[in-house]
Structure formats: C-alpha cells, structure tokens
C-alpha cells in the first residue's frame, strides 16, 4: 500500500478515517465512545493541531492515579446509569421521604443527561443513530445514546412523573416538592421514538443506508445497545481486538430488550394515547423475541454482566412487563427452575466469571470444589 495505486487508495481512507474521528471528537466533547484512540489519531496527525490539545484534559476522564498505580477504565463512567437503578431501588424501598435530598438532586442529574438534539449533519453519511430523547450510559457530554440507557432513564422519568401526578399508591402520600419538576413531556415522547428506533430491523439489500427518519419494525424484536445491525456477521472475521467478540456490529441482547419492554409499559399506562399501536406492536415483539432467545435449561446468556443469573433477571422482568406471568409462561416457569437448580447451601446465588467466557453456567460452589478452576 506504499505505491501507486496503492498509495492513494491508503490516502483516501486515512483521510476518511480522520474525518470520521473529527466528527466523533466534536460530539462527545473529546471524551469519545471508548478512551485515547482517536487522541493518538489526532497526535498522528499533527502533534500541535488544536484537535489534540482538547483531548489531553480529557485523559482524566479514563486514567487516573490510585494508591497501588495508575488505573484506567474502558468508559468515562456509569453515572445516569448507575443514578437511574439507584433511584429505584430508593422508590422500591419506600423511604422516599428519608432520601428526598439524594431524590431529588438525582432527579436534576437524570434531567440533564437526556440528549436534546441529534447529531448534526447526514446521519447515514457519518453512521449515527438519531440520539434526541436519548440517556447515555455515563454523561451529557459523552452523549452516545444507548438504548438499554435510554429506557432506564425513561422509566426513572416517569416514577418522578407519577410522584409528582399522585398516580400510584405507594407515592400518592409523597409532596410533589421532593422530587422537584418533573420531564417535559415532550422531551418523553422524544425518548420514546428514539426507544422504539432501535428495534432491530432485517438488513434490506435494496439500501445501503438505514434512514431513521421513519420508524421501522422487524420480525426480529430484539434490541441492540447503540444502534441497528447494520451489517452481516462475518465482519467479525475481521474483528481487530484481542479481548471482545462479537462487536464489528450491533446484536439484540435480552438486557436491551428487556429494558425497553418495562420502560414502554410504564410509558403506555401514563400516557395510553401517544403511539399506541406502535408502542403496543412494539412491545410484543420485544417479548416474542425475549422468549425465543431463551436457552432450553431455561436461562438467557446475559451479556453485560456475570451472566445467567443477570440474564434472567432481565428475561423475567421483560417478560413479567409485558404480561407474562408464571401460570401463563412457560418461559417464566423454566426461569425459576433454572433458579432454583443453582441455589446455593447458603441461600444465595454466586456465579463466576467464567460462565461469560465459556457460555456455561458456573456456580461458585462448583468451582471452589473443583481443581481444575
């Protein structure tokens, strides 16, 4: 690739490649999805550009110094993540009025790590996902919507909008002053369409672009992370990382799934009339899907954490939204079966890490037992 025509085949694609990274830099502020590649790629460049010198103060975002040395992590946090579970479990416990100060000063964070506008330009031309409505997995800044993320914080926004109506009886007692304002509506029903654009659709052979302009379904139901599968999976052939499998494209998780199944539902009973038939259509496909990921000893293989476990917990709650339950699913059944046969003598459940790698269940039990772990 050194020489003609080589050469200017290799110019051409850095050059692309640049302006793809330049277009990353200035909508994530330089944090960027994952850390210091594309700073290297700006330093490659030009070490004095000032695309460079906006990433340095960045590098604190994913490296830091500790006690025992220097540590680094792979995002630049969970923030809304980890506020919007947090925020339920406060609600689930009862104890609003205890926690109203940590309520309400998450409720200000989760308002303003929504996205509020797409990215700029043509879509398709840079391959991005409409992101206006949307929740990151960490910060405003970083502002890559993911669906999963989105659908927490939806569902986070509408516990606060029901707080605030007096619409449930576990918070019909709350003043709506704990919590403070609630979610424009109109910032909801852009979450909701960007939720629902991320319903996995078959790949159509006739485009080569996927236009989000219009909403789209599938027969597949699942939901990816980022956005829609837009390609084949043999492309992970040619998947360059050592450590992850499987992300050259975006696959429907049951994490994902699961998660917009409960938000929409808890969307469709505050507000019945907005897109009904597609919320509704929506949901059920989620659900089929759900169901037809399940493996036959009953568990789902979850991807984002250790990992059976995890799964059903999210294979559950999915299906448990939708209006499945254990004497009309054999699903939900199966779910519990499979519970049950890895209870530990302790009463709980403990799963190693390996049950990621190798796609096995491993107990702890089993492994603390067994030699050759």
Same mark, same amino acid.
């Given at each position: 690739?050194?020489?003609?025509?080589?050469?200017?085949?290799?110019? *051409?694609?850095?050059?692309? +490649?640049?302006?793809?990274?330049?277009?990353? @830099?200035?909508?994530? %502020?330089? /944090?960027?999805? #994952?850390?210091?590649?594309?700073?290297?790629?700006?330093?490659?460049?030009?070490?004095?550009?000032?695309?460079?010198?906006?990433?340095?103060?960045?590098?604190?975002?994913?490296?830091?110094?500790?006690?025992?040395?220097?540590?680094?992590?792979?995002?630049?946090?969970?923030?809304?993540?980890?506020?919007?579970?947090?925020?339920?479990?406060?609600?689930?416990?009862?104890?609003?009025?205890?926690?109203?100060?940590?309520?309400?000063?998450?409720?200000?964070?989760? *308002?303003?790590?929504?996205? +509020?506008?797409?990215?700029?330009?043509?879509? @398709?031309?840079?391959? %991005?996902? /409409?992101?206006? #409505?949307?929740?990151?997995?960490?910060?405003?800044?970083?502002?890559?919507?993911?669906?999963?993320?989105?659908?927490?914080?939806?569902?986070?926004?509408?516990?606060?909008?029901?707080?605030?109506?007096?619409?449930?009886?576990?918070?019909?007692?709350?003043?709506?002053?704990?919590?403070?304002?609630?979610?424009?509506?109109?910032?909801?029903?852009?979450?909701?369409?960007?939720?629902?654009?991320?319903?996995?659709?078959?790949?159509?052979?006739?485009?080569?672009?996927?236009?989000?302009?219009?909403?789209?379904?599938?027969?597949?139901?699942?939901?990816?992370?980022?956005?829609?599968?837009?390609?084949?999976?043999?492309?992970?052939?040619?998947?360059?990382?050592?450590?992850?499998?499987?992300?050259?494209?975006?696959?429907?998780?049951?994490?994902?799934?699961?998660?917009?199944?409960?938000?929409?539902?808890?969307?469709?009973?505050?507000?019945?009339?907005?897109?009904?038939?597609?919320?509704?259509?929506?949901?059920?496909?989620?659900?089929?899907?759900?169901?037809?990921?399940?493996?036959?000893?009953?568990?789902?293989?979850?991807?984002?954490?250790?990992?059976?476990?995890?799964?059903?917990?999210?294979?559950?709650?999915?299906?448990?939204?939708?209006?499945?339950?254990?004497?009309?699913?054999?699903?939900?059944?199966?779910?519990?079966?499979?519970?049950?046969?890895?209870?530990?003598?302790?009463?709980?459940?403990?799963?190693?890490?390996?049950?990621?790698?190798?796609?096995?269940?491993?107990?702890?039990?089993?492994?603390?037992?067994?030699?050759?772990?």
């Amino acid at each position: 690739m050194m020489h003609w025509p080589g050469d200017k085949l290799r110019e *051409k694609a850095l050059e692309t +490649v640049m302006q793809h990274v330049h277009y990353e @830099d200035e909508n994530t %502020r330089y /944090i960027c999805i #994952g850390p210091v590649l594309n700073m290297l790629a700006c330093w490659i460049e030009d070490p004095n550009s000032e695309a460079f010198k906006l990433h340095i103060p960045r590098v604190y975002d994913y490296l830091w110094v500790a006690e025992d040395g220097m540590k680094m992590q792979g995002y630049n946090g969970s923030q809304l993540w980890d506020t919007a579970f947090t925020v339920q479990a406060i609600v689930a416990t009862n104890l609003i009025k205890e926690f109203a100060p940590t309520l309400e000063l998450a409720h200000d964070y989760i *308002k303003k790590s929504q996205v +509020v506008d797409d990215c700029p330009g043509d879509l @398709d031309y840079w391959y %991005r996902h /409409i992101s206006k #409505g949307a929740w990151p997995f960490s910060t405003a800044d970083h502002g890559w919507p993911i669906s999963d993320c989105t659908a927490e914080g939806l569902k986070v926004s509408e516990v606060i909008i029901i707080t605030n109506n007096k619409a449930s009886l576990l918070l019909s007692k709350i003043s709506p002053e704990i919590v403070g304002e609630p979610v424009e509506i109109n910032r909801l029903y852009d979450s909701v369409n960007c939720l629902m654009s991320y319903m996995v659709r078959i790949l159509n052979l006739s485009v080569s672009c996927q236009r989000m302009s219009t909403f789209q379904l599938n027969d597949n139901g699942g939901f990816a992370t980022y956005e829609l599968t837009r390609s084949y999976a043999w492309l992970e052939l040619i998947n360059p990382a050592e450590t992850f499998g499987d992300i050259v494209i975006d696959y429907p998780y049951v994490e994902c799934t699961s998660a917009a199944i409960q938000a929409l539902t808890s969307f469709k009973k505050l507000y019945p009339g907005h897109r009904r038939k597609e919320v509704d259509n929506c949901i059920s496909k989620a659900a089929n899907f759900v169901e037809s990921i399940q493996r036959s000893d009953g568990s789902w293989y979850g991807s984002w954490a250790v990992c059976f476990t995890y799964g059903i917990w999210f294979g559950v709650k999915g299906l448990i939204a939708a209006g499945r339950t254990f004497q009309n699913s054999p699903a939900i059944r199966k779910a519990c079966d499979f519970l049950l046969s890895k209870e530990l003598p302790s009463g709980g459940w403990g799963e190693s890490y390996l049950s990621s790698q190798d796609q096995v269940n491993w107990p702890l039990m089993f492994l603390e037992n067994n030699s050759t772990f």
